[in-house]
């Protein structure tokens, strides 16, 4: 069973325009967020995160939103440029983050057009 | 940087032999575990650790063994290799000190083909 989903296997926007990313999460239990950006041959990298407690948090061009009720976030990068094409996977955790064993989504990947 | 290596990079072995993936860190952090990434899967926790000698299984940890001896090394062992467990396989350190955020800070991954 999918504890952490990731509905949209894949995503094109033009450079400029906002991507948005979604997730969505089934264990009420989770209490922090994150988002990792993956780059072919690499491994992934944190991006932004999010604790149960908030609704919204802000690193630049980035957003990332959480809905509690609706069990949804929701990555926001604005504007978009080429060098943001990678997979993005979203992941969660229980316990405050405490063990930090994150469980992960399977991924959308990004494509931005010049 | 988080100081973390994978050895070997890429592996290619046959079904039914054993294969142990090394990941090494240079940080002395507490926090060390193994994932596997596949296609429609995203990435699943096998083992993780929380210090010496202290490892406990995760999500899909059939068919694989793990060992930490040393505060810097985490071994991943798969007794007998399968198709099934062709993937690319990372290692990740988990931070811990006050206020534990939930990062995680992969290495670069080790490509492994079971033929």
């Known amino acids: 069973d999918q504890q952490v989903k990731q509905n949209s296997p894949s995503l094109s926007v033009q450079e400029g325009r906002i991507s948005i990313l979604n997730c969505d999460y089934t264990?009420?239990?989770?209490?922090?967020f994150l988002w990792y950006k993956k780059y072919p041959a690499e491994g992934p990298t944190f991006l932004i995160s999010?604790?149960?407690?908030?609704d919204k948090n802000e690193d630049g061009r980035f957003t990332v939103f959480l809905n509690k009720s609706a069990k949804h976030l929701s990555l926001h990068i604005v504007p978009s440029q080429p060098g943001d094409s990678a997979v993005y996977f979203c992941?969660?955790?229980?316990?405050?983050?405490?063990?930090?064993?994150?469980?992960f989504g399977t991924g959308t990947l990004l494509a931005v057009q010049p | 940087d988080a100081g973390i290596t994978q050895s070997p990079r890429h592996k290619v072995t046959e079904t039914g032999t054993p294969v142990t993936l090394r990941c090494h860190q240079t940080?002395?952090?507490?926090?060390m575990y193994w994932y596997r990434q596949d296609p429609g899967h995203g990435l699943r926790l096998i083992h993780y650790?929380?210090?010496?000698?202290?490892?406990d299984k995760g999500e899909v940890s059939d068919g694989y063994s793990v060992s930490r001896s040393k505060t810097e090394d985490f071994l991943l062992t798969l007794e007998s290799a399968t198709s099934s467990q062709t993937s690319v396989y990372f290692c990740?350190?988990?931070?811990?000190?006050?206020?534990?955020?939930?990062?995680?800070?992969f290495g670069e991954g080790s490509r492994l083909t079971v033929l």
């Open positions: 650790s929380y210090g010496v000698k202290d490892t």
């Open positions: 990740a350190i988990g931070f811990s000190s006050g206020m534990l955020t939930g990062e995680l800070f």
């Open positions: 264990n009420s239990m989770f209490d922090y």
């Open positions: 999010i604790s149960s407690i908030k």
């Open positions: 940080e002395n952090h507490r926090y």
């Open positions: 992941a969660a955790s229980e316990g405050g983050g405490a063990t930090n064993k994150l469980i």
